[in-house]
């Protein structure tokens, strides 16, 4: 099976811009979740989606939002962009049940200037 | 307040040493995993650990959940340069939560 993908790696962006993350999960993987990764605070659980509806979610600002679509594919959209937003925004998918276990794709390496 | 608190959070040693990485918390976990990740990558999933007391072995990887499933230890033998890498403990809380600890950046020096 092909692992999870995530486009683009890399992105620039300047403060005040929105950006789209793309994340395709494992096929047959129905749960989608997002985290951010920092040197300072670590991975940060953002939101989880399952069958295009929101599971869960961290305690990050309404900045950040996300969506999942029928194929199981979900976006990752942060608005208004801050210079603390630049982060290593990873996308994980899971079967969604039992032990939960995350299967991460290669992250996008977001910098806000 | 870290939920997960790993230590220590750096290490680094020669080729062929032992070494013990500890995955701690006051909240009690239905499962446990370890992950690793290396630059540019996403964590790779390593090991999960179920049941109270429960050790697992991935070669020279030892693996232990706590007795209370609050704690987790990984134990590295004979060190490798490809052991090198930043090890993640992750606690589910709940039916599909994740907790991460802040890490264990381990570096092996041949």
């Known amino acids: 099976k092909a692992g999870v993908t995530q486009t683009p790696r890399y992105l620039i962006k300047t403060r005040g811009q929105q950006v789209t993350l793309s994340c395709s999960p494992i096929?047959?993987?129905?749960?989608v979740s997002w985290y951010q990764q920092t040197p300072g605070q670590g991975l940060q659980f953002l939101f989880e989606?399952?069958?295009?509806?929101?599971?869960n979610k961290g305690n990050f600002p309404g900045r950040f939002s996300g969506r999942q679509f029928s194929n199981s594919r979900s976006e990752m959209n942060v608005s208004t962009l801050e210079l603390g937003d630049s982060a290593l925004y990873l996308c994980a998918s899971s079967q969604g049940g039992g032990t939960y276990e995350q299967y991460f794709g290669p992250g996008t390496r977001l910098t806000v200037t | 307040t870290q939920l997960l608190e790993q230590s220590p959070q750096f290490l680094s040693i020669q080729e062929g040493e032992n070494l013990t990485v500890y995955c701690n918390s006051s909240?009690?976990?239905?499962?446990l995993q370890w992950y690793r990740q290396e630059p540019g990558e996403g964590p790779v999933l390593l090991v999960t650990?179920?049941?109270?007391?429960e050790v697992k072995k991935l070669k020279r990887l030892t693996f232990q959940f706590g007795d209370a499933r609050k704690d987790s230890s990984l134990h590295i033998t004979a060190a490798q340069p490809g052991d090198t890498g930043l090890y993640l403990c992750a606690g589910q809380q709940g039916a599909q939560k994740l907790v991460f600890g802040q890490g264990t950046r381990l570096t092996i020096n041949p």
């Open positions: 650990v179920v049941t109270g007391g």
């Open positions: 909240s009690v976990f239905s499962s």
């Open positions: 989606y399952f069958s295009e509806t929101q599971r």
């Open positions: 096929s047959g993987h129905r749960s």
